[in-house]
């Protein structure tokens, strides 16, 4: 698995410890800080009091992760992006886990494996700014939230040597959520618009391990770390699975997120074009031809609630061209059409939306 290497940035210098993270969580969110202790509690309830001292280990990572990513990409610093900031985050942690661990039931999840998905779901969109390495299967932000995810494991107190499996385990999980590569022939394309061009790289890299190690499933670690990627990747693109409303919404802030790295504005007319392409042809490209779930789990158990969904986007991609035509027209701005989505998607869902 070839990838590149990086350094800290400003974001780890101000934060640089989680004494510091748990103090500005305090001044900002301490809402976090409850949940963080929800979790707590709701682990021990599922697997006793046995594991405290990697619990301790990994709630200061959870914390750490969390309040830089809310600094640098989220609603605390200067650089907010729509989709991937803290809510993301929040949104696998605390809905998506909690449910797929409700419905896994007993014996298919275990401790070790709850941990890793939790630090998954804070750290693996940590860092979005970094310029694309074609050469490279691993995304360049992915690569460089593994390179801050490992030193926030080590500033949590987890040993690079004795807890080699966490760091191993967490790497793979978060190569394995790059979903939008950039094709080659379009080197400038940021990598939000890219996204409709290829799927999450989790089986790739599973493939990949087939021709190097054939024999890996003979080995349990190796075994639980391949079955913990493809869960994670599910994880990350369970939206196609929620509720209408919750997938539209994430839609439209992954549309908002790709005109503002683009550095289009919504209440143009310039940005017609690409928010009527994404929430039309990309919204259908992506739910349709590019995901899949990709671990057993995630597609028992989320499966059935994306075949749900599928007749509901068909009908809300296609209203989006029945208003707006195959063109649309001079006069049309993308928040147009972003509030339009939405109004259907409120109107299909039988309830009305908030954004």
């Not at 494991?153 to 690079?160: C, H, M, N, V």
């Not at 504005?265 to 995901?291: M, P």
């Not at 068909?314 to 701005?333: K, S």
Request: aromatic share 8%; net charge negative; hydrophobic share 40%.
């Amino acid at each position: 698995m070839s990838r590149e290497h990086f350094p800290p940035d400003q974001v780890e210098r101000e934060l640089p410890d989680v004494a510091a993270a748990v103090e500005m969580l305090g001044e900002r969110d301490p809402s976090f800080l409850r949940y963080v202790r929800m979790r707590r509690s709701a682990f021990e309830q599922a697997f006793g009091t046995d594991h405290g001292q990697c619990l301790d280990k990994a709630e200061k990572a959870l914390q750490l992760a969390y309040a830089r990513f809310a600094l640098r990409h989220g609603s605390w610093g200067g650089d907010l992006h729509h989709y991937h900031n803290e809510d993301h985050a929040l949104e696998i942690l605390s809905d998506r886990i909690n449910y797929l661990c409700e419905k896994a039931g007993d014996g298919q999840l275990q401790p070790l494996d709850w941990v890793m998905l939790t630090l998954f779901g804070a750290m693996h969109d940590l860092r979005q700014r970094e310029a694309p390495n074609h050469e490279n299967m691993v995304g360049s932000n992915e690569s460089a939230s593994i390179d801050e995810a490992h030193r926030i494991l080590e500033l949590a107190g987890f040993d690079r040597e004795a807890d080699e499996v966490i760091f191993e385990d967490l790497e793979l999980m978060i190569a394995g959520s790059t979903f939008n590569v950039q094709p080659r022939q379009n080197p400038n394309i940021v990598p939000a618009e890219a996204a409709a061009t290829c799927g999450a790289l989790a089986p790739t890299l599973v493939e990949e391990l087939n021709q190097n190690n054939p024999d890996w499933r003979d080995d349990p670690m190796l075994e639980r770390r391949v079955r913990l990627t493809l869960i994670a990747s599910d994880l990350d693109t369970a939206n196609v699975a929620e509720p209408m409303i919750k997938y539209a919404r994430s839609a439209v802030r992954l549309c908002k997120e790709i005109e503002f790295r683009c550095g289009r504005d919504l209440d143009t007319t310039g940005s017609a074009g690409a928010v009527y392409g994404f929430l039309t042809k990309g919204q259908e490209t992506y739910f349709f031809d590019l995901h899949q779930f990709d671990s057993p789990l995630g597609n028992q158990i989320l499966g059935p609630m994306k075949e749900k969904n599928s007749a509901t986007v068909t009908a809300l991609t296609q209203h989006i061209r029945d208003t707006f035509g195959e063109v649309p027209g001079p006069d049309i701005t993308g928040r147009m059409i972003v509030d339009e989505f939405m109004h259907k998607a409120s109107e299909l869902s039988g309830r009305a939306a908030t954004m």
